[in-house]
């Protein structure tokens, strides 16, 4: 597996960000991330730390739920663009999965997929070539083209998610929350397919994940989100053997495992935040 810490180009750089909502709620406080080329980098956390709001961030969506970027800059191949119109990051190579699977439910999976590739202009058999690409990553999407997406599973639903950002040929994409209300042996084979893409079409991916334990066995690093605040981050196979992490969030110490009351307790005297 490729060690990210010896990845030398970095392609987004996050540094320091605040962000408010409704120009109230501080919601993320000095954030700081780096996504390397070729890299799949995990940011993880529980319900309301901030991990969609940072992917928002990035992909300039935070303007229709009435939040900003207050402080702090966002960097793609050191251009600055915390400025640009979510298309224009598209067209750099940037695309985010949002949480929840969101396909057009009336539209069939393959015409899903297809709007993917809606701004692109390198003709109709590139287009093709790539459907057949998504097919071959997604063979069960294959089985499925002809069928309504709303009224396919939760795991084709994000299968299309995702293909559908694959069609726009992706540098990099967010992958937000990929595991939710899925059925474990569906979450590994959704990263399994993210790892494929990752090592066979050189795909980058920020993914925001509660699934700790799924998410730092295919990533590469990891950073861990606590009320908006980076408290954490290292290579995934360290942080797979913290103390703190297998404790807290893995529910695994070196007495056996915790319950959950005992875990909740734990959290309000874990080191990294004294």
């Not at 991330?33 to 309301?48: D, F, Q, S, W």
């Not at 809606?118 to 459907?131: M, V, W």
Request: aromatic share 6%; glycine share 10%.
């Amino acid at each position: 597996m490729l060690d990210a810490g010896n990845t030398e180009e970095t392609l987004l750089e996050v540094t320091n960000i605040e962000v408010i909502y409704n120009h109230v709620i501080l919601v993320l406080k000095g954030v700081s991330l780096t996504v390397p080329k070729g890299g799949i980098t995990a940011l993880l956390g529980g319900n309301g730390a901030g991990k969609t709001t940072t992917l928002k961030a990035i992909s300039n969506l935070l303007h229709s739920e009435r939040g900003e970027v207050t402080k702090g800059s966002i960097a793609y191949r050191g251009e600055r663009v915390q400025d640009l119109d979510p298309a224009a990051l598209v067209k750099k190579g940037v695309i985010q999965v949002m949480e929840g699977r969101h396909c057009f439910a009336h539209l069939t999976v393959e015409e899903n997929l297809l709007t993917g590739a809606y701004t692109r202009r390198d003709g109709k058999g590139a287009i093709d070539a790539d459907l057949e690409m998504v097919y071959n990553y997604f063979p069960r999407l294959k089985e499925r083209r002809k069928s309504q997406a709303g009224f396919t599973s939760g795991g084709e639903q994000q299968m299309t998610a995702v293909g559908r950002a694959l069609m726009s040929r992706p540098e990099t994409i967010l992958l937000d929350e990929p595991s939710m209300g899925l059925a474990p042996q569906l979450v590994e084979e959704i990263f399994s397919i993210v790892k494929s893409l990752n090592e066979n079409e050189g795909v980058s991916f920020l993914i925001a994940e509660q699934n700790t334990n799924v998410a730092l066995r295919f990533a590469h690093h990891g950073y861990i989100l606590e009320n908006g605040r980076v408290v954490m981050d290292g290579p995934a196979a360290e942080l797979r053997e913290n103390p703190d992490v297998k404790e807290f969030y893995l529910g695994v110490s070196d007495e056996g495992k915790k319950s959950f009351r005992d875990v909740r307790s734990y959290r309000r005297r874990k080191r990294w935040l004294s």
